[in-house]
């Protein structure tokens, strides 16, 4: 190579190295904002630890929750997260459609996950025990209902995420914007083993 | 830097693998399995345990998707990842531990 060149390719080199360094950054700023995210979930959950037991003489999470339910709801957000681990996988390979095809799949099932959780909100709702009936109750609506928001719009830029897919294929924002996601996707499972150990299995104890 | 030196290297979100996914996902289903299990067979033990051995089973689980899924570790390249979350897990200890102490306190001395 003559000199021009390898100036080039040590520019190239500088700004390959920048861009890794500056999506590297991107990744560890959403990190910091997932660690702020497990304060607010742990706040919710010191809350219900307080009125977790006042059920105002109504019915408490014996009579209201489903343990058959709840571990087929608990394997859609678990099997998620490994089909979005499977995309990732994917994504180092550059194979786009196995991308396409796993995020895909994650969606579904954290759409059932999502639709079970509504349906038993709405099931517990309709036979009056809404979140304003007791503070076993807020809390319980108030910290489950806030996951299931995470997941809700964490299903949101999963769609978003495939658009972008089709569209530019496996770019460099793409990709970096894919592990943040992968980042909020697996945290939310993380929280939602402490939601269903504390809250609803401790309670049937 | 090369590219090949970073395969699978994940912009600073750790080294992936399918292998890891799938071990993951077994620990973390057999540790669910075991939590319902301890719920389904409460009876046959004393109360404080079942509470104890359900609070280490979640946390054992968290500590795997942590792992095999956010692939936390102990290379230099996790490190501040490991510690942003070690210092959030302090704040929540002294957040959750704090509020349950003073609530119990208050409602002890308001007996």
Known sequence: MNTTEIKNREEAEVIAAEHAHHAELNTFGFWIYLMSDLVIFSVLFATFVVLGKNYAGGPGPK???????????????LLSSVTFGFSMVAMHEHNKKAVITGLIITGLLGLGFIGMELYEFYELIAAGHGPDKSGFLSAFFTLVATHGAHVS?????????????????????VRSRLVRLS????????????VFTFIYLMGMV | MS?????????????????????????????TIISFGFVAFKDSMPRSAVVIL????????????????LHLNKSSEQRWNVIVFAFTALLVFIFVGGTIW??????????
């Open chain 1, 153 to 173: 719009f964490g299903l949101l830029w999963l769609i978003v995420m495939i658009i972008q897919l089709v569209k530019q294929g496996l770019s460099d924002g």
């Open chain 1, 183 to 194: 980042l909020f996707w697996h945290f939310l499972d993380i929280v939602w083993v402490g």
């Open chain 2, 3 to 31: 590219q090949s030196h970073h395969e699978n290297e994940n912009m600073g979100a750790g080294h992936i693998t399918k292998k890891n996914y799938i071990i993951g996902f077994l620990l973390a289903t057999l540790f």
């Open chain 1, 63 to 77: 009579e209201l929750f489903h343990l058959p339910y709840l571990f087929i709801e608990t394997m859609f957000l």
């Open chain 2, 102 to 111: 003073v609530m119990y306190t208050l409602n002890l001395r308001m007996m």
């Open chain 2, 54 to 69: 359900l609070s280490v089973a979640a946390l054992l689980q968290m500590f795997v998707h942590l792992y095999y899924f």
